[in-house]
């Protein structure tokens, strides 16, 4: 079973975590969320303290298993926000079990992340430098770079997050999460969509955020100026903000 925290109370909100992470990386609007929201936040299977899950790492697999955590819980539907990676994960879910997603956040994601010349380039070196450098390593490189809008303590806590992680199972998470592709897919999603981008993201640019607004009818976009894909970290009360109006609306 995959580990799992919870707080707050009233109508549930899974909150789906990103890829080399774990669900320790929504601390920062956890607290606020639990004021209206009962909060579920799991670890994904190979992830943190649900490491011992054998692969595969698919989305398929990563959205049975939380469909099999909200039967665990008892919870018949929930509002799902999925960051980064984890909002291909929340896609998977609302797709392939849509009477348990009434809600659907997707924020800092893509539905294919292998679009562009650059972005193919990146997904085949990552595997290369994880196991060249290690997790810590890794990390450090890769978000000294993309962390440039939080402090340096908050920086450093992320990359023990991702540096805590078994690096073969992060190639064999990766490698899979390359594989996800829901653009022919999108029009399924039935549920109400908000998809928040940060306007200077380089990890996700904006054309995917574009990808998934137009292909999910009548989904909303948020555009959060001059926020990158550190928005969770830099700008907490905003994600927090535009969720929470897209979830009373």
């Known amino acids: 079973m995959l580990h799992f925290t919870e707080r707050g109370s009233g109508p549930p909100l899974l909150l ?18 639990a004021t209206r929201h009962r909060v579920i936040v799991p670890d994904l299977r190979g992830h943190g303290r649900s490491r011992g899950l054998a692969p595969p790492y698919s989305a398929r697999q990563l959205a049975a298993d939380l469909a099999r955590l909200l039967d665990d819980l008892a919870i018949g ?38 679009a562009t010349a650059r972005e193919k380039f990146e997904g085949h070196l990552v595997p290369l ?18 962390l440039t809008q939080v402090d340096k303590h908050r920086a450093d806590w ?38 928040v981008a940060g306007s200077r993201d380089q990890a996700v640019p904006l ?32 994600l927090v903000r535009v969720t929470e109006e897209f979830l009373r609306a």
């Open 16 to 33: 789906v975590h990103g890829l080399m992470i774990t669900g320790e990386m929504f601390n920062p609007v956890v607290e606020q969320f």
């Open 77 to 114: 539907s929930t509002a799902v926000l999925g960051y980064s990676q984890g909002g291909a994960i929340a896609q998977q879910l609302a797709l392939d079990y849509p009477l348990r997603c009434d809600r659907l956040v997707l924020a800092c994601t893509y539905a294919f992340n292998m």
């Open 129 to 146: 430098l994880v196991n060249l450098l290690g997790m810590r390593r890794f990390a450090t490189l890769v978000l000294s770079h993309g």
């Open 158 to 195: 992320v990359i023990g997050l991702i540096a805590d992680q078994d690096g073969k199972a992060m190639v064999h998470a990766w490698k899979d999460a390359m594989a996800f592709d829901s653009r022919r897919r999108l029009t399924d999603i039935r549920c109400p969509t908000l998809v």
């Open 207 to 238: 054309h995917h955020a574009m990808t998934l607004h137009q292909g999910i009818t009548g989904s909303r976009l948020v555009i959060i100026d001059g926020a990158d894909h550190a928005l969770i970290w830099d700008r907490p009360h905003e």
